[in-house]
């Protein structure tokens, strides 16, 4: 596509619910990011894939955190049993490779937990 | 590790007027990369400029310029003649080896 998609744009759920959130990056970018952008903060890195490499999953904040890329292209992160604290802005990005290149991000997806 | 800081929340300026934005950063790695990006509403995160941390001499886009002082870690943001589609959160970010860290942002207002 042109740019990076995220859908849903909004989602709303009750506390408990197991919610996925989905990132289609540029086609041909090998990298992808997940950010988490709560209010007045800045953007707190989740997980990263780079190609076909394992993930470097540090920023994860729970184990109820999990995020996967199939086939090198779309990923999918997954927040099971939401808490309140999970509610922000998820924001997605690729870039071409990890070498100095900038980030196209997407639109994000606002998680609101009841 | 890497850390970015801004200290300024919010920043106003006038229409046509010159604002600088501050961000300082702190990292291992000899080799690394900083940017500005902007969010305006939209939420979309947008490059302003990038800066190649082995190039002594500042970036420039248009009215955007940085001030890069290596040394001191120290990598700010000037805003030129400013307009009001400036108006945005603007965040730093210092890249590593593939891990970008960003700071807390900065909202910028722009008066008419």
């Known amino acids: 596509g042109a740019g990076v998609s995220q859908s849903p744009s909004n989602k709303v759920t009750e506390k408990g619910k197991d919610v996925e959130l989905r990132c289609d990056p540029i086609s041909g970018h090998t990298a992808l990011y997940w950010y988490r952008q709560s209010l007045g903060q800045g953007l707190e890195f989740l997980i990263y894939?780079?190609?076909?490499?394992?993930?470097?999953k540090s920023g994860l904040p729970s184990d109820r955190f999990s995020a996967e890329r199939t086939g090198g292209s779309v990923s999918t992160l997954t927040i099971q049993r939401t808490q309140q604290e999970d509610s922000a802005v998820y924001l997605c990005a690729s870039s071409h490779s990890a070498g100095g290149e900038k980030l196209f991000f997407g639109s994000g997806t606002q998680l609101s937990v009841l | 590790a890497q850390t970015v800081t801004q200290s300024q929340p919010e920043m106003s300026v006038q229409e046509a007027e010159t604002v600088t934005l501050s961000c300082t950063y702190d990292?291992?790695?000899?080799?690394?990369?900083l940017f500005w990006y902007k969010q305006p509403p939209s939420r979309q995160m947008i490059l302003v400029i990038r800066q190649e941390a082995y190039k002594q001499q500042n970036a420039t886009e248009n009215r955007f310029s940085v001030n890069f002082q290596k040394a001191a870690k120290s990598f700010s943001l000037k805003i030129s003649d400013s307009q009001l589609g400036d108006a945005a959160m603007y965040f730093c970010a210092c890249l590593g080896t593939y891990k970008y860290i960003f700071g807390t942002g900065t909202r910028l207002k722009v008066l008419a």
């Open positions: 894939f780079q190609g076909n490499s394992a993930p470097d």
């Open positions: 990292t291992s790695e000899s080799d690394y990369y």
